[in-house]
């Protein structure tokens, strides 16, 4: 190609992105190719579009065939990008990496969590539980450091200032962040396979578990008494293997649990002292299937502002609420994104036709329970377990390769306008709205051990005992 040629070319790619209004991409593409304004707004040539439709005349079906092949998946339909406000990738942010993050770690870092706006806790394998903070500089310091009698394997905040962390075996112990004020306390367990705690007023903590026995248990600890008291017990027919805690619109915990060789998302509901069991979602469409599959990891994604100012970690589901799950699918993973159906006893998504006692709109379970009041009429009945089978919005076939011992982590990125998925071979990105994933280029190659997204920041360990923090920019 001469230089002519070159510069030609580059003159017509300007020109079209100012004939169609992308201003944005206009201006870094001046920037960045060297064409000046000037040029971009005279005709020297015909325009771009003409040429290529002369090159294409008369093989335009099979470019349009071919033109299909480019993507695995279809768009999302332009109705439920609306209705759920699901934006496209934003591919204008830079990742820049937090002065003093970057390191290699004495221990394996085998969970990163941000506990508050600018700190982030880290638990590794030497049984170390490590609180860091970021400053306004960007620059990482470690606040404190602690040692656990065992592996701290769940942890999270349940209010601005309280954090709680959980062993294997049990040991949970809630902690002020910038003091060292503690409570501690014993869950009665062997072991535990999910944990996720909700902070009530008049200081007392709902405490939400699955154990090795196939339990899910709700206990109720007092701050002020130290004491445990056990609300319910809910027996699974196999193990759980990814649990999610949120907040329905009336107040009420919310649990979303899959089990293993189980192709359905179990969504639970706590009222009443009682875990209600009030509806599943098919991750297929068959009803009976011999191929089965399990989920990897979900998470709850809305893109409005859901987050409480209790409870940090825990969503509100809102109309606008979606459910991501990563699948155990093999050679490549699928992430498939549902609707959330109604959570009321009677909905617009119930076929259910029992009548119910109505809830108020100013119902709060959780302020009930700080009273010791949580009584609802036990004039209300259950109502069936509904299976819903037309939730699936979204089922992208991915390239991100995977084995049966690959464990995926997922989480949402709202300055990004998508999820990140943490797998063997580093970090993928995927466009909800596009149904396309790509792998990122930021540590390429490495395993993903953990990972955690807050706002602008996305903190993540790898296999090799490295943990980098990046800022959105």
């Known amino acids: 190609m001469s230089e002519t040629d070159q510069e030609l070319s580059k003159v017509l790619v300007a020109q079209f992105l100012k004939k169609?209004?992308?201003?944005?991409?206009?201006?870094?593409?001046?920037?960045?190719?060297?064409?000046?304004?000037?040029?971009?707004?005279?005709?020297?040539?015909?325009?771009?579009?003409?040429?290529?439709?002369?090159?294409?005349?008369?093989?335009?079906?099979?470019?349009?065939?071919?033109?299909?092949?480019?993507?695995?998946?279809?768009?999302?339909?332009?109705?439920?990008?609306?209705?759920y406000g699901i934006p496209a990738w934003n591919h204008k942010l830079s990742w820049d990496e937090v002065i003093g993050s970057y390191s290699k770690t004495r221990s394996l870092i085998i969970k990163t969590r941000f506990l508050t706006n600018g700190v982030i806790g880290n638990s590794t394998v030497g049984k170390e539980f490590i609180v860091s903070g970021i400053k306004e500089e960007d620059s990482v310091t470690i606040m404190h450091s602690m040692k656990k009698s065992g592996i701290v394997k769940y942890f999270g905040s349940?209010?601005?200032?309280?954090?709680?962390?959980?062993?294997?075996d049990g040991k949970v112990t809630v902690s002020k962040i910038n003091e060292e004020c503690s409570w501690s306390f014993d869950l009665p367990v062997r072991a535990l396979l999910a944990l996720e705690l909700i902070k009530l007023e008049n200081d007392k903590i709902l405490c939400f578990y699955c154990t090795m026995n196939n339990t899910l248990n709700v206990h109720l600890f007092d701050l002020s008494t130290s004491s445990l008291t056990k609300i319910d017990e809910f027996k699974l027919l196999s193990a759980c293997t990814t649990f999610q805690l949120a907040i329905s619109s009336d107040g009420?915990?919310?649990?979303?649990?899959?089990?293993?060789?189980?192709?359905?998302?179990?969504?639970?509901?706590?009222?009443?002292?009682?875990?209600?069991?009030?509806s599943n979602i098919a991750l297929n469409t068959a009803q009976f299937s011999t191929h089965s599959f399990n989920i990897s990891d979900m998470v709850i994604l809305s893109f409005d502002s859901t987050e409480g100012k209790t409870n940090l970690g825990v969503k509100k589901i809102t109309p606008s609420s979606v459910l991501a799950v990563a699948t155990s699918h093999t050679p490549y993973m699928r992430i498939i994104v549902t609707k959330i159906p109604s959570l009321d006893t009677k909905g617009p998504d119930s076929t259910s036709q029992l009548k119910t006692q109505p809830v108020s709109e100013e119902l709060n379970i959780l302020d009930d329970y700080s009273s010791k009041d949580?009584?609802?009429?036990?004039?209300?009945?259950?109502p069936d377990i509904i299976t819903h089978y037309d939730m699936i919005l979204i089922n992208i076939a991915t390239d991100i390769p995977q084995d049966s011992y690959t464990q995926p982590i997922l989480k949402v990125s709202y300055p990004l306008g998508g999820l990140i998925v943490g797998a063997d071979a580093g970090l993928y990105a995927v466009d909800l709205q596009k149904s396309e994933t790509w792998?990122?280029?930021?540590?390429?190659?490495?395993?993903?051990?953990?990972?955690?997204?807050?706002?602008?920041f996305i903190s993540v360990s790898f296999a090799d005992r490295e943990w980098v923090i990046w800022k959105l920019k």
């Open 252 to 278: 009420c915990p919310i649990i979303f649990l899959t089990r293993q060789d189980f192709t359905q998302v179990m969504i639970l509901k706590f009222q009443n002292d009682k875990i209600k069991h009030v």
């Open 158 to 168: 349940i209010s601005d200032s309280l954090y709680y962390t959980g062993t294997i």
């Open 20 to 83: 169609h209004g992308y201003l944005d991409s206009l201006a870094s593409y001046l920037k960045e190719s060297g064409v000046s304004l000037r040029a971009a707004n005279e005709s020297i040539y015909e325009d771009l579009e003409s040429i290529v439709k002369d090159r294409i005349r008369f093989n335009e079906h099979a470019i349009a065939e071919q033109m299909k092949t480019t993507s695995l998946n279809s768009d999302l339909d332009l109705v439920n990008i609306e209705k």
């Open 374 to 382: 949580a009584v609802i009429p036990s004039t209300a009945r259950q």
């Open 439 to 456: 792998q990122l280029t930021y540590r390429t190659g490495q395993r993903v051990k953990s990972m955690d997204c807050y706002k602008d």
